[in-house]
């Protein structure tokens, strides 16, 4: 396991504030963690004792609906801090995460992170700004599902993974998720998500390999209303 002060990982998040000296601190009390595909990372309405720092992968975060399904709020991938939100108000977790793939992750315990926070504004500010980022994006969502076609969505997540997550070596995406996760994200039943990505599949926009999706015309998803 990599030493803070010298991962690459903190410049995608809040850590990047730190000084080497808390950094060298933090380093000496954090925990690497293994996840394979489909473990649960921390489960809803649970009380972390720190926050989860994404070195490897990616994972869902998920809220538990009314109707007992698992509703997709976000992605996490490389750099990500899970659980900060949870630190700050010194509440029980809201959501869930699951890893989509084989992630590496460092916890760090709340005492340090605590600490920080107390002591260093510029970390607290950059914590702040990140959770206020946050917010911004969970209200272009609320727009996004009030505006736009289910169609309209489901292009744009397969552009999102495209764009944010690559292709492998036969140009599928990187990221596999299942039918049921795509419902998910772009609100709408696993039925209508499959007989969507069928549709995209006949015009030639997509090409599909199990569950993995290629996408083939990239240019005519951006014009999907």
């Not at 890893?99 to 590496?104: P, R, T």
């Not at 999102?160 to 944010?164: A, G, L, Q, R």
């Not at 990187?174 to 998720?177: A, D, K, R, T, Y």
């Given at each position: 396991m990599s030493k803070c002060e010298s991962c690459i990982v903190k410049e995608?998040?809040?850590l990047k504030s730190l000084t080497r000296e808390e950094l060298m601190r933090v380093s000496a009390c954090k925990t690497g963690k293994i996840y394979k595909k489909g473990q649960v990372i921390f489960e809803e309405g649970e009380t972390l004792n720190g926050v989860y720092c994404v070195k490897d992968g990616v994972c869902k975060l998920t809220k538990l609906s009314e109707n007992g399904k698992d509703q997709v709020v976000k992605l996490v991938v490389k750099g990500g801090l899970l659980g900060k939100r949870s630190l700050?108000?010194?509440q029980k977790t809201n959501l869930s995460a699951v890893?989509?793939?084989?992630?590496?992750m460092c916890f760090i315990p709340k005492s340090e992170i605590m600490a920080d926070l107390a002591k260093n504004p510029k970390f607290t500010m950059d914590v702040l700004k990140k959770m206020a980022n946050d917010l911004?994006?969970?209200d272009i969502s609320l727009v996004n599902m009030a505006q736009k076609s289910?169609?309209?969505?489901m292009a744009e997540i397969l552009m999102?993974?495209?764009?944010?997550f690559g292709t492998d070596a036969d140009d599928y995406l990187?990221?596999?998720?299942s039918r049921e996760d795509y419902a998910s994200i772009v609100g709408t039943a696993t039925e209508s998500a499959i007989r969507i990505?069928?549709?995209f599949k006949k015009e030639g926009l997509i090409s599909t390999k199990g569950k993995q999706i290629k996408i083939e015309d990239y240019g005519s998803l951006k014009w999907i209303e």
């Open positions: 995608f998040n809040s700050v108000t010194e890893a989509l793939n084989d992630m590496e911004k994006d969970s289910v169609k309209r969505r999102y993974i495209h764009d944010n990187n990221i596999v998720i990505l069928s549709q």
